[in-house]
């Protein structure tokens, strides 16, 4: 039997090929009974439209973008799921496409998305640089983008996030609560507004504890590792080392968890550390990890139907709007009073 295309389930069918195609895409230009047949023969014969064949018809490649940094972090691996829940159930694909935060990557990604690769984007924005005008690239080609998490705070589309300042807060006032006085801040990129909004409710948890603000306790680390872990020990080995930590990344906190081993200092004895972070074995951790756990797949979900909606309405221009959702403090042994 020759291969199965639509030319010929319409020859079988006796219909044409854009009647076959209008079953494909849902269409309400013909009748139930004939998307019924159309559809039905297609599954007995395990055919399958190809969604970029067809978009060369449609305008459609039936295919978003999602861009973040990384998948380690646990937070994009939850989001990715609240993302693709909501591509699925519109049949669409998904493209994944990792910065490993460099800029450089975010800019050819974006560049390369820009010639109807994809219908939309979905993006958390890599943390090494200030300069975001690539970005306008995607609506002079009339691609939506939304942000999510790492959002830019200036562009005119939706900006889906969570309450940072007040968790930032809420995570420095846990600290304060269980006796901290001497609390270090470790965060990534002053580039990244997230960080910002963190490091703001860090300095003003202290102000309204009147703790005095300490520029050595505030560490800015970087994409390396090792780097990292290098700067973190030398913050622990400080003459007057601070006795919390509020990490607003978890990736910086289980490297605390490692220095901290090395350096046999006990937590939450010596030391009590909070993060941000949504690692599913936070429990697990000895000491368990008290955490300001994110809405991740919340977000990504929240993020998709906004990009899919205008999506469906043929819609390049997004409200420019900023949808906040909570996150929520789980106190653990790591901040345990003992």
Do not use: W
Not at 16 to 31: E, M, N, Q
Not at 238 to 250: L, M, N, T, V, W
Request: aromatic share 8%.
């Amino acid at each position: 039997m020759d291969p199965i295309n639509l030319k010929k389930l319409a020859e079988i069918l006796n219909v044409s090929v854009s009647t076959v195609s209008k079953a494909f895409r849902d269409s309400y230009d013909i009748s139930p009974e004939t998307k019924s047949r159309i559809l039905s023969l297609a599954k007995e014969l395990n055919y399958q439209p190809n969604p970029y064949a067809s978009g060369l018809r449609t305008q459609k490649s039936k295919t978003i973008a999602v861009i973040i940094p990384e998948i380690a972090n646990n937070f994009f691996t939850q989001a990715i799921d609240g993302i693709e829940s909501i591509a699925q159930e519109k049949n669409y694909h998904v493209l994944i496409y990792f910065t490993h935060e460099d800029y450089t990557k975010e800019v050819a990604f974006v560049q390369h998305l820009q010639h109807g690769r994809v219908d939309g984007v979905l993006i958390s924005l890599s943390g090494d640089a200030k300069d975001r005008s690539h970005l306008d690239l995607l609506g002079h080609r009339d691609i939506p983008l939304v942000f999510f998490d790492r959002v830019d705070d200036h562009a005119k589309t939706t900006r889906v996030t969570t309450n940072d300042f007040e968790s930032g807060y809420m995570a420095t006032q846990h600290l304060v609560e269980q006796g901290c006085k001497k609390i270090a801040h470790l965060f990534f990129s002053k580039d990244l507004s997230i960080a910002n909004h963190r490091m703001e409710g860090y300095l003003q948890s202290l102000h309204d504890h009147r703790l005095p603000v300490n520029e050595k306790l505030i560490v800015q680390c970087t994409a390396n590792h090792v780097t990292n872990y290098g700067l973190i020990k030398n913050l622990l080995k400080q003459k007057h080392r601070p006795d919390g930590i509020f990490s607003s990344f978890e990736k910086l906190a289980l490297l605390s968890f490692e220095a901290c081993e090395e350096l046999a200092l006990n937590i939450p004895r010596d030391i009590k550390i909070i993060s941000f972070s949504n690692i599913e074995t936070a429990a697990l951790l000895n000491p368990s990890l008290s955490t300001i756990t994110q809405p991740a797949f919340e977000m990504g979900k929240e993020a998709a139907s906004i990009l899919f909606n205008a999506l469906e309405n043929n819609s390049v221009s997004i409200a420019d709007q900023k949808v906040v959702l909570n996150s929520t403090l789980v106190k653990r042994k790591s901040t345990s009073r003992e």
